[in-house]
């Protein structure tokens, strides 16, 4: 009985305390988002999906590693190629 008295009594000071100082402004200032709050979130959303996204990318990265195999021609052959290529141009 007691509790409800309190509640009661604390209730109607503060609509006493908003009508009287007019606290509706600051109240919403505090609970609802302003523009600063609206931009973070955004960021955070756009931060977590690139996340998202570069873990996609480092999985393919992943598998392109694990399907990739030794390349055909090294250094040597490559140069190989080149010196032939280089004395069949001479040939003609």
Do not use: C, T
């Amino acid at each position: 009985m007691q509790a409800l008295i309190v509640k009661l009594l604390i209730n109607a000071i503060i609509k006493a305390l908003n009508k009287r100082f007019n606290l509706n402004n600051i109240k919403s200032y505090v609970e609802d988002d302003n523009e600063l709050d609206i931009k973070m979130k955004a960021a955070l959303k756009r931060g977590r999906k690139n996340a998202k996204y570069i873990e996609e990318l480092e999985k393919d990265v992943a598998n392109l590693k694990r399907d990739s195999h030794p390349p055909i021609f090294g250094k040597k052959d490559k140069n190989d190629i080149i010196k032939r290529l280089k004395k069949l141009e001479k040939e003609r």
